[in-house]
């Protein structure tokens, strides 16, 4: 097994790792849980609008001070950025099921090598529904999980196939893990990034799915930077 991380690092490892996915200009949604950490984390030099499902479109990193005016559609006070604003929430899925969204970022239960996604529900628990992650997953054109590898059990999330009920077939490109960086495509699991501290070994220990791995198998970006 890896070196167990502290949750915090895990959070902010993650969160890190994805805001290095998105280019100038592009419209991000971000689900609840570490991907509403990703905001914390975009480049200066890179102007990403961030829309929720609740209406607002130019959304901005927390606030030092909150604001129970600005939140977001998870619950986390917001800032809005210059040329920021809010519309209706219609309009708001409008922009989803429009695909005018260029990528969301979404937490999991469970992925498969195929992309399928299981994020919504545990069979014998009580849950609110799917939400708004049912228009995100076919709206997006770009579906990218942040997930821990394992769950708190020590089982393995990324899998051959899912086991809990989906929330689409197919959908996912990107999977980043505090250990990982998997790609998917033609239902295809490819293994790009591993963690400084993780062995090859391990990572196929934790991991269900069978996947190929990238020549050249590089260390996680972003990780230099806990170092600083």
């Given at each position: 097994?890896?070196?167990?991380?502290?949750?915090?690092?895990?959070?902010?490892r993650?969160?890190?790792r994805?805001?290095?996915?998105?280019?100038?200009?592009?419209?991000v949604?971000l689900?609840?849980g570490?991907?509403?950490?990703?905001?914390?984390?975009?480049?200066?030099?890179v102007?990403?609008i961030?829309?929720t499902?609740?209406?607002?479109?130019?959304?901005g990193?927390?606030?030092?001070k909150?604001?129970l005016?600005?939140?977001g559609?998870g619950?986390?006070?917001?800032?809005?950025?210059?040329?920021?604003?809010?519309?209706a929430?219609?309009?708001?899925?409008?922009l989803?099921?429009?695909?005018?969204?260029?990528a969301?970022?979404?937490?999991a239960?469970?992925?498969?090598?195929?992309?399928d996604?299981?994020?919504w529900m545990?069979?014998?628990?009580?849950?609110?529904g799917m939400?708004?992650?049912?228009?995100?997953v076919?709206?997006?054109?770009?579906?990218?999980i942040?997930?821990?590898?394992?769950?708190?059990?020590?089982?393995a999330?990324?899998?051959?196939?899912c086991?809990?009920p989906?929330?689409?077939?197919?959908?996912?490109?990107?999977?980043?893990?505090e250990y990982?960086?998997?790609?998917?495509e033609?239902?295809?699991l490819?293994?790009?990034e591993?963690?400084p501290?993780?062995?090859l070994?391990?990572?196929?220990?934790i991991?269900?799915?069978?996947?190929?791995v990238?020549?050249?198998?590089?260390?996680?970006q972003?990780?230099?930077?806990?170092?600083?």
């Amino acid at each position: 097994m890896p070196i167990e991380l502290n949750e915090e690092m895990v959070r902010q490892r993650i969160a890190r790792r994805i805001a290095r996915e998105f280019h100038d200009g592009d419209v991000v949604n971000l689900g609840i849980g570490i991907p509403t950490l990703v905001s914390d984390y975009i480049p200066e030099d890179v102007r990403v609008i961030f829309q929720t499902e609740n209406g607002a479109v130019g959304a901005g990193p927390a606030p030092d001070k909150p604001d129970l005016r600005f939140i977001g559609a998870g619950g986390r006070p917001l800032t809005i950025l210059p040329g920021g604003c809010f519309v209706a929430s219609d309009l708001s899925f409008g922009l989803i099921r429009g695909g005018h969204v260029d990528a969301t970022v979404l937490g999991a239960l469970q992925v498969s090598q195929e992309g399928d996604l299981a994020n919504w529900m545990v069979p014998g628990k009580i849950v609110p529904g799917m939400g708004g992650a049912m228009d995100l997953v076919v709206g997006a054109r770009r579906v990218i999980i942040a997930t821990t590898h394992t769950t708190k059990k020590g089982e393995a999330k990324i899998l051959r196939k899912c086991t809990l009920p989906l929330t689409a077939k197919g959908v996912v490109k990107l999977i980043v893990t505090e250990y990982a960086v998997f790609s998917i495509e033609k239902g295809q699991l490819k293994l790009l990034e591993i963690a400084p501290e993780t062995t090859l070994d391990e990572i196929r220990a934790i991991t269900e799915a069978d996947f190929t791995v990238a020549d050249p198998l590089i260390t996680m970006q972003g990780t230099e930077e806990e170092k600083a």
